[in-house]
């Protein structure tokens, strides 16, 4: 098992940047892939991006060109960084960790609201 903290959410302005962090703790040679994803209210939860651990990105399609996922692993923290934000990406934010040989644990989420 991991355990994952976020934080960075808050309220911004539509166009603006916010920067999200997980920290990581615990069992973490076994992880294998870390993630963000996001859940709006009455919506299911999506992957936002994932970076596996060669350094591989993905990111969702409605995202892509305007957050980066990134990690610093001195200080077992994994990073999103979310820029030109809009109303649709308010959401709570979740930091997830896919470990090896298949489960997956979470965080307990950040928000993020962006005001037009």
């Known amino acids: ?17 916010l920067r999200l ?3 990581v703790s615990g069992s973490i040679s076994r992880i294998n ?5 996001r859940q709006a209210p009455g919506k299911q939860r999506d992957l936002v991006a994932r970076i596996s651990n060669d350094g591989s ?3 969702a399609d ?8 990134s990690r610093e692993n001195a200080k077992n923290t994994v990073y999103l960084q979310m820029n ?3 109303p649709e990406d308010t959401s ?3 930091c997830s960790a ?5 489960s997956t644990n979470w965080g307990k989420g950040t928000l993020v609201t962006v005001s037009s």
Do not use: D
């Open 1 to 17: 098992q991991v355990q994952l903290v976020e934080s960075g959410g808050g309220l911004v302005q539509a166009g603006g940047s």
């Open 21 to 23: 962090s997980c920290v």
């Open 33 to 37: 892939a870390m993630g963000w994803y």
């Open 57 to 59: 990105t993905i990111y």
């Open 62 to 69: 409605s995202v892509k060109g305007r957050f980066t996922i």
């Open 84 to 86: 030109s934000l809009k």
């Open 92 to 94: 709570v934010y979740y």
């Open 98 to 102: 896919v470990l090896i040989p298949g």
